[in-house]
């Protein structure tokens, strides 16, 4: 299976500030890589596809970049709705695995 | 109102069986490839088995292989989880979610609220 590794697992920030929240694969995954949010006690949602697709819906703040095993999620201007868990996924091969969750929390 | 619910989760001994459902609402459900994605009390997100619109492939991850079964009837938009030899490992809240259609990967649009499976003695 491959491995999704994310980067880091927790940080604290501020409203308005730039967030990046990085995945790494064990493998090469092309484009394959897509982005969530979950909050406590909900389903996750799902922000980017294709690395850098913004799922219908979701605030331009939003963005997602990279190919190949390196891949990055960005926020840039952090609001008081955003702070969650974040996973990276891949759909590479047909045993989707997930990234272990990086938390965003309110500094 | 898109739309998924599952259900029949509970507390269920080591060793034993549960059948979960997912009633799908306000899409056309045959054209839509499935997925169960589970997750453990605190833990992160696990994909569990993916079936195609038509039922003409199916996919388990390794953990649950040769033990849960996944099925699907278009005619009464349901998907079904059939979970034997359960396991405590396999405590979790377990989601159904639905392939984004128009992406040739595989990202999951729409979620279920989940329904919690405990296997404990």
């Known amino acids: 299976d491959i491995q999704m590794t994310q980067s880091p697992s927790s940080l604290s920030a501020s409203v308005g500030d730039r967030v990046t929240i990085t995945c790494r694969a064990s493998?090469?995954?092309?484009?394959?890589l897509n982005w969530y949010q979950q909050k406590p006690g909900k389903a996750p949602k799902l922000l980017i596809y294709a690395a850098s697709s913004l799922q219908s819906g979701v605030p331009s703040r939003f963005s997602g970049s990279g190919s190949g095993t390196d891949f990055t999620l960005t926020i840039s201007s952090l609001q008081p709705e955003d702070f969650a868990t974040y996973y990276c996924q891949q759909s590479y091969s047909a045993s989707w695995t997930f990234g272990q969750g990086t938390k965003v929390e309110i500094k | 109102e898109v739309q998924l619910v599952e259900s029949g989760g509970g507390l269920v001994q080591p060793g034993g069986s549960l059948r979960l459902s997912c009633a799908a609402s306000?899409?056309?459900?045959?054209?839509?490839?499935m997925n169960w994605v589970r997750q453990a009390p605190g833990k992160g997100l696990e994909w569990v088995s993916y079936i195609s619109s038509s039922s003409s492939t199916i996919y388990y991850a390794d953990s649950v292989k040769g033990r849960f079964t996944i099925s699907r009837d278009n005619a009464k938009n349901s998907l079904s989880l059939q979970m034997n030899s359960l396991r405590a490992e396999d405590t979790a809240v377990y989601y159904c979610a639905r392939d984004l259609v128009g992406y040739d990967g595989d990202a999951f649009d729409i979620w279920g609220q989940g329904t919690m499976v405990t296997v404990s003695s």
């Open positions: 493998q090469s995954i092309s484009t394959y």
């Open positions: 306000g899409f056309t459900f045959s054209s839509f490839d």
